[in-house]
């Protein structure tokens, strides 16, 4: 038996119906990618427009040296390659896989031809758009203003992944803590001091050079309701 999730379960579920009109249903293609699969890099050509609706996928930039830093992670109903669709412009970040899911596809073309006009379709992308100013928004007011305890249970949280439980993935090495360092606004050296409070208080713990959650919910307590997603 064929347990596999199909296209228009998802278009009911994320009530996308209402979006797209009924030509653009048949032009949309559900692709199942694996963890650690590169969706999209930065400074690439992008012809479709992703709709992430399971799993989730970090977005990250990349410096000329060559560093990676995580700008954002997301989880459906997420949208890739819109703010690229409406400037015209190749990939601003890349964007990979960090669990295995499920994206729903469709080409620049068939959306400029089917649904400019369309003002469900209109509607959907200013609420997206909106919303991913919101989110940045918040991340920036975040670092400015909460402790770095704060902002570290908040990073690790977004880190987090039900399927996973309270493993980490490959970000959340120690050798990645500069990377963290950089993306929550704080120093290296007081980072190592913030994790260290935190194992001993029994909330985390290192173990050969990765981290874990030990007590969820004391995390997200010390997170006080933030995330960066």
């Not at 379960?9 to 996308?16: A, G, S, V």
């Not at 970040?93 to 003002?119: C, K, L, T």
């Not at 997206?128 to 918040?138: A, L, P, W």
């Not at 305890?149 to 996973?164: D, F, G, Q, T, V």
Request: charge should be neutral.
């Amino acid at each position: 038996m064929n347990n596999s999730p199909s296209l228009f379960e998802y278009l009911d579920q994320f009530k996308l119906n209402k979006i797209f009109s009924e030509g653009l249903k048949e032009k949309l293609s559900l692709y199942q990618f694996q963890n650690g699969e590169i969706l999209c890099s930065k400074g690439d050509e992008i012809h479709k427009m992703y709709f992430l609706v399971k799993g989730k996928v970090k977005i990250y930039t990349t410096s000329p040296e060559g560093k990676a830093l995580i700008v954002r992670f997301k989880t459906p109903l997420a949208l890739i390659g819109d703010v690229e669709y409406i400037k015209g412009m190749h990939v601003l970040h890349s964007v990979q896989a960090v669990s295995e899911g499920y994206v729903i596809s469709v080409h620049y073309d068939d959306v400029r031809s089917m649904e400019n006009n369309r003002v469900e379709f209109l509607h959907f992308l200013l609420q997206v758009v909106t919303q991913k100013f919101y989110t940045e928004s918040h991340a920036t007011s975040l670092n400015r203003l909460y402790p770095v305890e704060i902002r570290l249970a908040s990073y690790l949280l977004s880190l987090s992944s039900e399927k996973c439980g309270s493993i980490f993935h490959e970000e959340m090495s120690t050798s990645n803590l500069t990377e963290i360092a950089d993306l929550i606004g704080t120093s290296y050296r007081h980072l190592n001091r913030v994790i260290h409070k935190l194992c001993e208080e029994g909330i985390i713990q290192r173990i050969k050079g990765s981290l874990y959650i030990k007590d969820l919910s004391r995390l997200r307590e010390r997170a006080e309701g933030n995330i960066y997603e």
